[in-house]
């Protein structure tokens, strides 16, 4: 019963395709994160919603597009890939109204080939 | 902006000893937490022990405590009884509460890398 899961864990693909992240948490979170960790595991924060609605856009290319059709699923959609995509993508997700911790899934690596 | 600085890129420790691990952050707000995650080689990000500016006291769980030294904007992480599965990445992390404009993102310092000898 894993708390956030991402599928996949792995995706190895070319440059130019379009792929996707899948994010789910089960623990009843109204705000989810999407973090890049890149080469030098830097992490920085890329989007975040809360109840399906966009709150946070960092400055990431308008090549990532996030989705999230419900509370408890982020999406990151990721088109025209380039080298530099290359980094462990992470969810997270907590609670707005509490002053809790984020809970991250184990991650995305995504390689761009 | 907020930036959170670990100075020590790598860090080495025998086993059943005590390491320090440094954090410090720069911020002009008054009420945030901080915490520490831990990444072994699975990947996971895993909370090791968090902190609210608003408490004077230290946290502390188990072999894990803080020294939080909030006018130096400090935040530094003691492992003791170092075990081997302690080796991993640790991050220090600064975030302001969910409920506020910044809708609780964390902020990350560069992490250090421990490595526990046996």
């Known amino acids: 019963d894993t708390a956030v899961s991402q599928t996949p864990k792995y995706l190895v693909t070319q440059m130019g395709n379009d792929k996707s992240i899948k994010c789910e948490q089960n623990?009843?979170?109204?705000?989810m994160y999407w973090y890049k960790q890149d080469s030098k595991k830097f992490l920085k924060i890329m989007f975040s919603?809360?109840?399906?609605?966009?709150?946070i856009n960092e400055t990431v290319p308008n090549r990532f597009s996030p989705k999230s059709p419900d509370k408890a699923h982020l999406n990151l959609h990721i088109n025209s890939l380039e080298l530099g995509d290359s980094a462990v993508y992470f969810c997270a997700s907590r609670l707005r109204s509490r002053a809790t911790e984020a809970f991250f899934g184990q991650g995305t690596r995504l390689t761009v080939v | 902006a907020q930036t959170v600085t670990q100075s020590q890129p790598e860090m080495s420790v025998q086993e059943a000893e005590t390491v320090t691990l440094s954090c410090t952050y720069d911020?002009?707000?008054?009420?945030?937490?901080l915490f520490w995650y831990k990444q072994p080689p699975s990947r996971q990000m895993i909370l090791v022990i968090r902190q609210e500016a608003y408490k004077q006291q230290n946290a502390t769980e188990n072999r894990f405590s803080v020294n939080f030294q909030k006018a130096a904007k400090s935040f530094s992480l003691k492992i003791s009884d170092s075990q081997l599965g302690d080796a991993a990445m640790y991050f220090c992390?600064?975030?302001?509460?969910?409920?506020?404009?910044?809708?609780?993102?964390?902020?990350f310092g560069q992490g250090t890398i421990l490595t526990v000898h046996p």
């Open positions: 911020t002009s707000e008054s009420d945030y937490y």
């Open positions: 919603y809360n109840n399906k609605e966009l709150i």
């Open positions: 623990l009843g979170h109204d705000t």
């Open positions: 992390a600064w975030g302001l509460d969910a409920g506020g404009t910044s809708y609780g993102k964390l902020t």
